[in-house]
């Protein structure tokens, strides 16, 4: 009876433990099809690899001015500070070295800047700032930058013909909104200049003074914002360039200021000169050989010499000049207005000149065309000259200093100035009454309006070329 019940026992339990494993094995394959699947599920995706970046570093709003730079990160476009470099700036201390690190420095970096940041004053002494340099370099001028003061400051050991010399540059930028100061008036009081000797003379020492700032064999040059001043002889001059950009820019110095030239221009093609003012002693643009397309509009000139093509053909040389376009411009309290000179005995040709709406504010000589310039009692007649032709002249209007006539063109006795046309120019004396009519010799054109004052002078057709004459002028 125990054995039966002890069997029964055990048979009571085997089925309750087989009972509960069937209901848990039901209950996890219930589970997994409630997703679907008979199999157990894959791992979920993972997600996509993700390239961890640096963690971003918030602008500091005080930057420490003394830090340096990356140098050699092409991308940085990093500010290249001179007082970084240890520039002073107090208008004292020669800074010149520390310019000169900067701009090693600078040169090295794609799409740097060198700054001379505002409300410093820096003296650096004459300097070449060489390149090549990585593209997009930029000179930025926000203090005030200026050489020594006068001849006898000046260091013996440095050239007295210049003094910023910016050479083989591509792509460059000088620009801000800071003074270039010549410190040019001890220069201007040398004996040598004109009128300052004895009695007014000039005396026979040697005379050279430096051009403020030259660009040499450089392309691609923009110059913009600045204000450059009071230079002892010109204050900006272009050799050998090509692609010059020339914007808002203020150039002054006194109207008796010698040889303060504003913008000349030598052996430089593809330039343009835009709203500027310039105010000197000499030539407001000046237009040397070798230099074509040429677009000068919105400048103010005076007082000044004007805007003068020349003087070309010195020494029996050759001259080319051409495509040269002068359009919107102010031109005023002057002793010229548009000019072409040339010496006797030259070869060459100027050619393609427009002038454009032009107002004439009591101008000496509004225009000109002189191929008997001589700046001395000493000059040989002679029979070759530098050709002038194609010359249009159209909407000049204003008034002129009646001391002289307003028109006068003297063209050479064997090469004739040909093809110059007039239209819509009117030209009233600024005080008085009119003492010369316009002059003309050898000078051949058409006028399309009448001109005021009457020009009666101005040949028709063209001339009688004499055999032999050759009309190639070379260029």
């Known amino acids: 009876m125990r054995i039966l019940s002890g069997i029964l026992v055990v048979y009571l339990i085997s089925t309750l433990l087989f009972g509960q494993l069937i209901y848990v094995a039901r209950g996890r394959f219930h589970y997994h099809k409630r997703r679907g699947l008979s199999d157990p599920p894959p791992p979920p995706p993972l997600p996509p690899a993700v390239t961890a970046k640096p963690p971003q570093v918030p602008s500091d709003p005080y930057p420490n001015p003394n830090q340096d730079p990356a140098p050699g990160d092409s991308d940085s476009g990093c500010i290249f500070d001179v007082t970084s470099f240890g520039a002073v700036g107090d208008g004292s201390c020669d800074d010149t070295a520390a310019f000169k690190d900067a701009w090693k420095a600078a040169c090295a970096v794609q799409s740097s800047v060198v700054l001379a940041p505002e409300g410093g004053v820096f003296k650096i002494t004459s300097t070449i700032f060489s390149g090549p340099c990585k593209p997009g370099l930029l000179f930025q001028l926000d203090g005030v930058l200026m050489p020594p003061d006068g001849p006898e400051e000046w260091p013996e050991k440095d050239s007295k013909s210049q003094w910023l010399i910016f050479y083989r540059l591509d792509g460059f930028t000088f620009a801000g909104k800071g003074t270039v100061e010549g410190n040019g008036k001890k220069w201007w009081d040398l004996p040598c200049k004109p009128h300052r000797g004895p009695d007014g003379s000039s005396s026979s020492e040697p005379c050279v003074s430096p051009t403020m700032i030259r660009f040499f064999m450089s392309n691609n040059i923009e110059v913009g914002g600045l204000r450059i001043q009071n230079s002892p002889q010109f204050h900006m001059k272009f050799d050998g360039c090509e692609g010059v950009s020339i914007n808002d820019i203020q150039i002054s110095s006194p109207k008796l200021s010698p040889n303060t030239d504003g ?81 006797q005995g030259g070869t060459g040709s100027v050619s393609n000149l427009l002038f454009e709406n032009i107002q004439m504010e009591n101008v000496l000589n509004c225009i000109i065309v002189d191929q008997y310039y001589c700046q001395s009692k000493d000059c040989r007649n002679e ?42 120019v009117e030209l009233l004396p600024e005080e008085g009454e009119l003492v010369d009519d316009p002059f003309c010799w050898n000078a051949y054109g058409t006028q399309e309006t009448l001109t005021i004052p009457p020009i009666d002078c101005l040949l028709d057709g063209s001339p009688v070329v004499e055999e032999g004459y050759n009309s190639s002028p070379g260029c």
């Open 383 to 424: 029979t070759s000259a530098v050709r002038v032709f194609d010359v249009q002249y159209r909407n000049i209007k204003g008034t002129y200093d009646v001391r002289s006539a307003p028109i006068h063109f003297a063209c050479s006795d064997t090469v004739a100035c040909t093809n110059i046309t007039m239209s819509e």
């Open 263 to 343: 913008i000349h221009l030598g052996n430089t093609r593809s330039v343009a000169i835009h709203n500027s003012v310039v105010s000197n002693g000499d030539d407001c643009i000046s237009i040397g050989t070798g230099c074509s397309d040429i677009d000068i509009q919105g400048v103010t000139c005076g007082p000044s010499h004007g805007i003068s093509i020349g003087s070309l053909g010195v020494h029996n040389s050759q001259a080319c000049v051409s495509n040269i376009t002068v359009r919107n411009t102010v031109i005023r309290d002057s002793d010229n207005g548009l000019r072409v000179k040339t010496w």
